[in-house]
């Protein structure tokens, strides 16, 4: 028996919708950040964000067989019909928040990504075998910069920490598996998030280790982003300023 | 493989610049190998000097080889 259409469009949602909506937030850095050099960096990181979601939502578009193209589903879904993670979602804030956002995702984004290469789906796999190299670059990027700043000065200790404190609840929602998950692990389509979670503290001990920070000790985690269950008030706000052109000028080009 | 200087930039380490120059000077193919030095530690001649420094050079033609003319009998050099 293979794996449910529905299965695997939510599936592919999930991917692309996470890889979407964290490149748009950081692209609100572009010609903001703190140096040129993170100016630039973050900029090539959205972008290869951008271009992995090209490839998750046309896929999904295609799996999905209604016609949809990456555009439509990019621009013409609401709230409601998003699957990331309430982790990408979260403002910018300060650099320290951005970076430590980053940190958590890039480590589980490489464990999940290297679960997909080897995916019984080689549309996936593909997908992800050229995904991965990217990011393992984000992931050694993000983990030096909470490494030099965590153990940095008392005021970017003090902010790292703070970030870490008020993103960890956001980082269960990644492990999160739910009865999708268990059809796609049981075809060999994709990993379950859960089986990523040991790996991915295992490799957090050791840079908050580096970084002088503490991981937060309650497990509370805040869900309902990848079922689509409930976002936070920031996804809409982030739409609004994404969307609005296609909103406004239905099918405008350029 | 011969590298040449591409640019400048900050990094807290050398970690931090070899990273900095890849995402600041090869992100249209420019490069398959990087390396930084710090600014400290490059000893440079000054533009005012040039003069002196390299002007003498210019009518000493026959510091290139191709000044020689190579004798019939030596053959294809």
Not at chain 1, 128 to 151: C, F, M, N, P, Q
Not at chain 1, 226 to 240: I, N, P, Q, Y
Not at chain 2, 21 to 38: K, L, M, P
């Amino acid at each position: 028996m293979t794996v449910s259409t529905d299965a695997l469009f939510q599936c592919l949602l999930r991917l692309g919708d996470n890889t979407l909506i964290l490149g748009q937030r950081l692209g609100e850095w572009c010609g903001h950040a703190p140096a040129l050099e993170e100016d630039i960096a973050l900029a090539n990181t959205a972008l290869d964000l951008m271009g992995q979601t090209r490839h998750w939502l046309t896929l999904a578009g295609e799996v999905e067989g209604k016609g949809r193209s990456e555009d439509d589903l990019a621009m013409l879904r609401d709230v409601w019909d998003f699957r990331n993670v309430l982790l990408v979602e979260q403002p910018i804030r300060d650099y320290g928040h951005t970076l430590m956002r980053q940190f958590l995702f890039d480590h589980y984004h490489l464990l999940m990504l290297r679960g997909l290469s080897e995916s019984a789906d080689s549309r996936l796999g593909d997908i992800a075998a050229k995904s991965v190299k990217e990011v393992t670059y984000h992931a050694e990027r993000s983990a030096e910069l909470i490494i030099a700043l965590g153990d940095g000065t008392e005021e970017s200790h003090m902010r790292m920490q703070d970030a870490l404190d008020r993103l960890f609840p956001f980082a269960g929602e990644l492990f999160e598996t739910d009865a999708i998950d268990e059809d796609l692990a049981q075809h060999g389509i994709a990993p379950l998030p859960s089986s990523l979670r040991p790996a991915f503290e295992a490799q957090l001990d050791i840079v908050l280790a580096e970084a002088t920070l503490s991981k937060p000790t309650d497990s509370f985690a805040h869900k309902g982003g990848r079922t689509g269950f409930r976002h936070t008030e920031h996804l809409g706000h982030l739409l609004a300023s994404m969307q609005w052109l296609q909103r406004a000028y239905p099918g405008a080009q350029w | 493989m011969s590298h040449r200087h591409f640019g400048s930039l900050h990094a807290p380490n050398a970690e931090m610049a070899i990273k900095n120059a890849r995402d600041v000077y090869t992100r249209r193919n420019e490069g398959v190998s990087i390396w930084v030095v710090q600014a400290n530690d490059i000893a440079a001649s000054s533009p005012s000097d040039k003069g002196p420094l390299y002007e003498p050079a210019e009518d000493k033609v026959y510091r290139h080889p191709s000044f020689y003319k190579i004798p019939d009998d030596i053959g294809a050099m």
